[in-house]
């Protein structure tokens, strides 16, 4: 170790890291507030305070956007692929906060309301570590301190037997995904020598141009390594624990877990498959794109046959997680499609499979968050989450009815909405990396997946309605559900502006791999 | 008997590895599941030290006291949802609790 590096540590760049650092102040002064406030001002406080903490972290990431460097001796990385998934990850969790702000606050046998926040903030600093990380050390902590916050975020109605049998599924099986990964993690640094993606990559490249012996090891590795992210962003067939993790958590944390542990899930995995093991692209791209085939296919199969509309949607993210999976298989570093791209003064190409995986994740925050949002809505007025609490809701509120409509349709990929431009970059990130089956399979599961979407809408539509909902006023929700709807009709209408960025930064990463790599 | 090496800590570790995860994937107790997990939790310890031992690298050992720590915190959060859970269903049988099905 050489001593500018020691020196890195001692006195790292700190304004580098300023969004992560003002997630990590909100969680301590949401805790200050939790403790000293009186309870009465605690939802009005607690709640603008979460949300300007939020906005100010995504005020911050402006400074970075053209940033490629890296700091505490590598452990931490301010690239594209850091600004892109921190913009993700806030922006879930500013639509999180304001959709569950007034569910959380009247749900009976719960935890006090400044913990949800704590936890919320703690569960996207994790998040936010993950796609900020240069280290496998630091891709496990943060993982890990995302998936700890969201295990207690799934358990918040403790009160509740279901919310627990969730939350302990949800944990143990997280716990075993998080063993295999660190037992995968030691065998790649094991055999690389190093925990560090550019060096493991520098050395993995050396194996496969032949100037070092390969060893089979590396392959048992790799394949604990999918297994255990596997878990994480809960492809088939290690979603066991989705289902029962979100039918039980409160619905709007549902819509948090199946966005922010996700996109930590894929942040990890881009840092390590495509950072780190990315010179042995041409061994695990064929086993992500059969678990995203299997993902695809049965995520959606199964939904088919739920009543219970949460259940339903697991199911959907599982799928979701399928197809961007695709994007993540048709990732090559040798294509030579991309767009050129430069950045302080390095120029490399972006990679149409990681920018259609990226703008995959950030269309999904808007539309699921926005589809639980709904049930939430639903939930506050006196009704449950069978299909048939949704009767009739398109003459009760025709307004809810039409936000939840644009999102079950944005779901099932109709233009102009923003969930067809996401599918559509993945098919054609696919096509272009020689994955015509891919596609095909894509193209398929997303029709099958039309059954069980439009049947929502059918019953808000066409059934009569059961009861009368109850008067209740949500303020925050319905502006939440509002701006969640607009931007799901704008985003999709200006897709071309925001694939851009995705564009830019996942061609920042690659000029970031290309400078580590000389 | 020969001098030890890595290969025998690295055989350690996988024995202690499969035991873990046999157990998980047998045991029908949550709390001898949990232990079964923080077993392959410290089976990965393991091989990090051999190998940072063998490399005479300090990465490994900067690593293991990370996923220590981190196993604390899981020990911490998960005996408090168990506890929680068997307060409402007596029961830490996870054949017994299955009120979330399809």
């Known amino acids: 170790m050489n001593l500018d590096l020691s020196l890195d540590l001692i006195s790292p760049v700190w304004r580098l890291t300023t969004p992560q650092l003002i997630v990590f102040f909100l969680a301590l002064v949401l805790l200050m507030l939790d403790a000293f406030l009186p309870k009465a001002k605690h939802f009005t406080v607690l709640t603008a305070v979460s949300i300007g903490g939020y906005a100010a972290a995504i005020v911050a990431l402006y400074w970075q956007h053209d940033k490629n460097e890296s700091t505490f001796n590598g452990l931490f990385r301010a690239d594209g692929l850091t600004v892109f998934l921190s913009l993700i990850l806030l922006c879930a969790a500013i639509l999180s906060v304001m959709t569950s702000a007034s569910y959380v606050d009247r749900l009976e046998g719960r935890m006090p309301l400044g913990e949800f926040y704590v936890l919320l903030a703690f569960s996207i600093l994790g998040a936010l570590l993950v796609a900020s990380a240069g280290n496998l050390i630091m891709i496990f902590v943060g993982i890990e301190l995302s998936a700890l916050a969201t295990y207690v975020l799934a358990a918040f109605a403790k009160r509740r037997a279901t919310a627990l049998e969730g939350a302990m599924k949800y944990f143990l099986l997280g716990m075993f995904a998080s063993a295999l990964l660190v037992y ?3 065998w790649v640094y094991g055999i690389t020598g190093s925990t560090d993606l550019d060096q493991i990559a520098a050395h993995l490249q ?6 070092e012996s390969r060893q089979p090891e590396i392959l048992f590795a ?13 492809a088939v067939p290690f979603h066991m624990w989705t289902p029962d993790a979100y039918d039980g958590a409160p619905t709007p944390v549902t819509g948090f877990m199946s966005v922010a542990p996700k996109a930590a899930g894929f942040a990890a995995i881009l840092r390590l498959l495509v950072q780190g093991l990315g010179p042995l692209r041409d061994d695990w791209y064929l086993l992500i794109a059969i678990l995203a085939t299997l993902t695809m296919i049965f995520g959606n199969l199964v939904a088919i046959s739920q009543r219970n509309v949460k259940r339903m949607l697991a199911y959907s993210s599982i799928a979701h997680t399928g197809y961007m999976m695709v994007g993540l298989a048709a990732y090559n570093s040798a294509s030579g499609e991309g767009r050129f791209v430069s950045l302080a003064g390095d120029t490399a190409q972006s990679d149409p499979g990681i920018t259609s995986l990226l703008y995959y994740l950030f269309a999904y925050a808007f539309v699921n968050i926005g589809a639980f949002a709904v049930i939430t809505w639903v939930q506050h007025r006196g009704r449950g989450m069978l299909l048939e609490d949704f009767a009739g809701l398109g003459q009760t509120n025709p307004l809810a009815a039409f936000a939840m409509t644009i999102f079950m349709v944005s779901l099932m990929g109709v233009p102009p909405l923003l969930g067809f431009y996401a599918k ?3 098919i054609v990130a696919a096509i272009n990396a020689d994955l015509l089956w891919l596609a095909v399979a894509v193209v398929l599961a997303s029709a099958l997946s039309a059954y069980f979407y439009l049947r929502v809408v059918a019953v808000m539509y066409f059934s009569a309605p059961s009861r009368e909902l109850r008067a209740t006023s949500t303020p925050l929700l ?9 931007a799901n009709v704008a985003l999709g209408l200006f897709s071309n502006q925001v694939l851009d960025l995705a564009d830019f930064w996942s061609g920042a990463m690659t000029v970031a791999q290309a400078v580590a790599s000389r | 008997m020969g001098e030890l090496g890595v290969e025998h800590f690295l055989s350690l570790s996988a024995a202690l590895f499969i035991i873990g995860m046999m157990g998980v994937l047998i045991r029908r107790n949550i709390l001898i599941i949990f232990m079964c997990v923080e077993l392959m939790l410290t089976a990965a310890n393991i091989s990090l030290i051999a190998f940072g031992w063998q490399m005479h690298s300090l990465d490994g050992q900067v ?4 996923t220590i720590a981190i196993a604390a915190a899981e020990a911490a959060v998960g005996l408090a949802i168990i506890l929680a859970l068997s307060r409402r269903v007596h029961t830490v049988d996870v054949a017994e609790i299955h009120e979330l099905r399809d």
Do not use: C, D, Q, R
């Open chain 1, 184 to 186: 995968g993690m030691t």
């Open chain 1, 478 to 486: 319905n502006a939440g559900i509002a701006l969640m709807a607009v």
């Open chain 1, 424 to 426: 559509y970059y993945v």
């Open chain 2, 63 to 66: 690593f293991v006291l990370f």
């Open chain 1, 206 to 211: 050396g194996v496969v141009t032949g100037s």
């Open chain 1, 222 to 234: 790799l394949l604990l390594v999918v297994v255990g992210l596997g878990f994480k962003i809960a």
